[in-house]
T-cell receptor, first 114, second 112 residues
Framework: EPEVTQTPSHQVTQMGQEVILRCVPI?????FYWYRQILGQKVEFLVS????????KSEIFDDQFSVERPDGSNFTLKIRSTKLEDSAMYFC????????????FGPGTRLTVT | RKEVEQDPGPFNVPEGATVAFNCTYS??????FFWYRQDCRKEPKLLMS???SGNEDGRFTAQLNRASQYISLLIRDSKLSDSATYLC?????????????FGKGTTLSVSS
């Protein structure tokens, strides 16, 4: 069964550093997403991406964040200057086009900012 | 204003029990509805989409009441492996590429 994959599984970084989280969506999916979940809190939407551009973003997704599809398989989330409050689990998801709006999640990257 | 609200639980039930979870959503324009399950420190996994007519998948039954803005999930004959957090999820626009809005989840613990 096709899966979304994410690397690394755990990233530790110092405040102010840049991090790039990587995702490989399911191969025939066209829509890609990033969500985050702070420990003990609900899953929150960050951004969605389609046809090489952002289709929707939340207020969390400020200028410190960016997304890119650098090649035909990878989808990345960059945080330019990490803050302590960026510590969270970051999930990538993907969905195919058409009338099913179901999104499938990767295993996540645990980001710890010290 | 809480967009998707769930009873956090925990629900502690014995194996074989039937358990029901409820969820309310605040935006009447919401279009698509889902139940996901999340194991501790893992990703949300799609359990089932929820259709207006209600739908069933094995031991799991989901119902939607648009007038009351209410979604339910019924689990029959609970198994130990059903222990997880169940997330009620809503999409306000019926198209791909739009945000899912998650509830905080209801925790289920099934014991032998």
């Amino acid at each position: 069964e096709p899966e979304v994959t994410q690397t690394p599984s755990h990233q530790v970084t110092q405040m102010g550093q840049e991090v790039i989280l990587r995702c490989v969506p399911i191969s025939n999916h066209l829509y890609f997403y990033w969500y985050r979940q702070i420990l003990g809190q609900k899953v929150e939407f960050l951004v969605s991406f389609y046809n090489n551009e952002i289709s929707e973003k939340s207020e969390i997704f400020d200028d410190q964040f960016s997304v890119e599809r650098p090649d035909g398989s990878n989808f990345t989330l960059k945080i330019r200057s990490t803050k302590l409050e960026d510590s969270a689990m970051y999930f990538c998801a993907s969905s195919e086009s058409g009338r099913t709006y179901e999104q499938y999640f990767g295993p996540g990257t645990r980001l710890t900012v010290t | 204003r809480k967009e998707v609200e769930q009873d956090p639980g925990p629900f502690n039930v014995p194996e074989g029990a039937t358990v029901a979870f409820n969820c309310t959503y605040s935006n009447s324009a919401s279009q698509s509805f889902f139940w996901y399950r999340q194991d501790c420190r893992k990703e949300p996994k799609l359990l089932m989409s929820v259709y207006s007519s209600g739908n069933e998948d094995g031991r799991f039954t989901a119902q939607l009441n648009r007038a009351s803005q209410y979604i339910s999930l019924l689990i029959r004959d609970s198994k130990l492996s059903d222990s997880a957090t169940y997330l009620c999820v809503v999409n306000m626009i019926a198209q791909a590429g739009t945000a899912l809005i998650f509830g905080k989840g209801t925790t289920l613990s099934v014991s032998s």
